[in-house]
């Protein structure tokens, strides 16, 4: 079946330093890719998707590129404030009626 | 955009009562909805597929008669812990998908659930 394997935190950062969060899939056909995020005590909120290879979402100076060669999703932002402190997920579907697979979710900490 | 409203937030029952949560799209139908549960600092584990007018689809392992999902309209579905004990405590949300296939998710805020 279809899976995500993300890197797993905590990833500790400074403020202004370069992101990225590995996130790779298997999956069968060609699926739909999303980076969602998790603030503390709440649900989940789209921050970016990617339908087809090579489409890069972006949002939030967040980005990730649908890399069908090598399977892969990562996000990556230039510079990382503290408000993005958060638990991100990687997730895809194949529009089945299984809805969303997902990644564990890494925990990122961003210091001032 | 498409918003999915659940409640409650947060909710603490004594042991052996049921909890009901409920999940309502606000701006559109859904015909399906998906309810996940969270442990601490963990990914969210599908538990259950509920169908606007027929029976949910449970994945494996989860135990039916605990966790009743009802369907009852294309812009309601609820999930009622019954016979609510410790280790039912965690982090539950609900989520409808979008418009068409290989879109989005659309989820509720989540319910903080603690029996003790």
């Known amino acids: 079946g279809d899976s995500v394997t993300q890197m797993e935190g905590p990833v500790t950062l400074s403020e202004e330093a370069f992101l990225t969060i590995n996130c790779t899939y298997t999956?069968?056909?060609?699926?739909?890719l999303f980076w969602y995020v998790q603030y503390p005590g709440e649900g989940l909120q789209l921050l970016l998707k990617a339908t087809k290879a090579d489409d890069k979402g972006s949002n939030k100076g967040f980005e990730a590129t649908y890399r069908k060669e090598t399977t892969s999703f990562h996000l990556e932002k230039g510079s990382v404030q503290v408000s993005d402190s958060a638990v991100y997920f990687c997730a895809l579907t194949g529009g089945g009626a299984d809805g969303l697979t997902f990644g564990k979710g890494t925990h990122l900490i961003i210091q001032p | 955009g498409a918003v999915v409203s659940q409640h409650p937030s947060r909710v603490i029952c004594k042991s052996g009562t049921s909890v009901k949560i409920e999940c309502r799209s606000l701006?559109?139908?859904?015909?399906?909805m998906f309810w996940y549960r969270q442990f601490p600092k963990q990914s969210l584990m599908l538990m259950a597929t509920?169908?606007?007018?027929?029976?949910?689809?449970?994945e494996q392992g989860v135990e039916k008669d605990k966790f009743l999902i009802n369907h009852a309209s294309l812009t309601l579905s609820t999930l009622t812990v019954t016979s609510a004990h410790p280790e039912d405590s965690s982090f539950y949300i609900c989520?409808?998908?979008?418009?068409?296939?290989?879109?989005?998710?659309?989820f509720g805020q989540g319910t903080r659930l603690t029996v003790v």
């Open positions: 989520s409808a998908p979008g418009w068409a296939r290989r879109t989005e998710a659309f």
């Open positions: 509920s169908n606007e007018g027929s029976k949910a689809t449970y």
């Open positions: 701006d559109f139908q859904a015909t399906t």
């Open positions: 999956a069968t056909g060609y699926p739909s």
